[in-house]
């Protein structure tokens, strides 16, 4: 298994550029999910999808969409990057939302906006 | 709200020191409590964690925690840590979300 794979590794964009990252695990897992760390922040939360054809909004959403046309793929799309969003970006799954369930992370994506 | 308070920012010890890392929850229901490690240029990965039962759980690693109800806390502990053990450390507390704390960095000197 390679559990939770994130593209690309690194990216550096211009101030109104777009781009989608992409996430993707082969545990079968219902539940994925999009994180940000930013120093001192810890990991908040953008969205999350409980399924297939499904999405939730976050803690921090704004600037972001997100799409999972497939269970195995959890797409974050930034359509006009903003330097604000200079981050670190980590996707996750689970395969139930209680706490019973833990949620393996993925290595990160490290964002930075010009 | 929930949140989860971690106080110590950034901790320094020498190796075979002990170590103890405050976690504090805000939230009167039930909830899960976890400890996420983060080593250098790696992604995060569980600890331990506590869903019921006995208040003291052990993880990998040497790493145990303590959950004490009555004072909405969830303390991480190693007796004797290593060079290996330095990372940053995450507690995390879940009701229906998941919420971080902002991380301790720990860094540990041979």
């Not at chain 1, 999910?33 to 999808?49: A, F, K, N």
């Not at chain 1, 909004?57 to 704004?62: Q, Y």
């Not at chain 2, 929930?2 to 901790?11: A, D, G, L």
């Not at chain 2, 004797?80 to 507690?91: G, I, K, L, M, P």
């Given at each position: 298994n390679a559990g939770?794979?994130?593209?690309?590794?690194?990216?550096?964009?211009?101030?109104?550029?777009?781009?989608?990252?992409?996430?993707?695990?082969?545990?079968?897992?219902?539940y994925m999910?999009?994180?940000?760390?930013?120093?001192?922040?810890?990991?908040?939360?953008?969205?999350?999808?409980?399924?297939?054809g499904t999405t939730a909004?976050?803690?921090?959403?704004?600037g972001y969409n997100v799409s999972r046309l497939k269970k195995q793929n959890f797409l974050l799309g930034l359509e006009s990057a903003a330097p604000s969003q200079t981050s670190v970006y980590f996707c996750a799954s689970s395969y139930g939302a209680g706490g019973l369930y833990e949620q393996y992370f993925g290595p990160g994506?490290?964002?930075t906006v010009t | 709200?929930?949140?989860?308070?971690?106080?110590?920012?950034?901790?320094?010890l020498s190796e075979a020191a002990s170590?103890?890392?405050?976690?504090?929850?805000?939230?009167g229901g039930t909830v899960n409590l976890f400890w996420y490690v983060q080593y250098p240029g790696q992604h995060l990965q569980l600890l331990l964690k506590?869903?019921?039962?006995?208040?003291?759980?052990k993880g990998i690693k040497g790493f145990e925690a303590e959950f004490i109800k009555s004072k909405f806390s969830f303390n991480l502990r190693k007796p004797?840590?290593?060079?290996?053990?330095?990372?940053?450390?995450?507690?995390a507390v879940k009701s229906d979300k998941l919420i971080f704390g902002t991380g301790t960095r720990l860094q540990v000197f041979p």
């Open positions: 939770v794979t994130q593209t690309p590794k690194f990216r550096v964009l211009k101030t109104g550029q777009s781009m989608t990252l992409l996430c993707a695990q082969d545990m079968n897992h219902e999910y999009w994180y940000r760390q930013d120093p001192g922040m810890g990991l908040r939360l953008i969205h999350y999808s409980v399924g297939e909004k976050g803690e921090v959403p704004d994506t490290r964002l | 709200a929930q949140s989860v308070s971690q106080h110590n920012h950034h901790v320094i170590l103890e890392l405050g976690c504090n929850y805000s939230y506590y869903f019921s039962g006995d208040p003291l759980v004797s840590v290593q060079w290996s053990d330095t990372a940053e450390y995450f507690c």
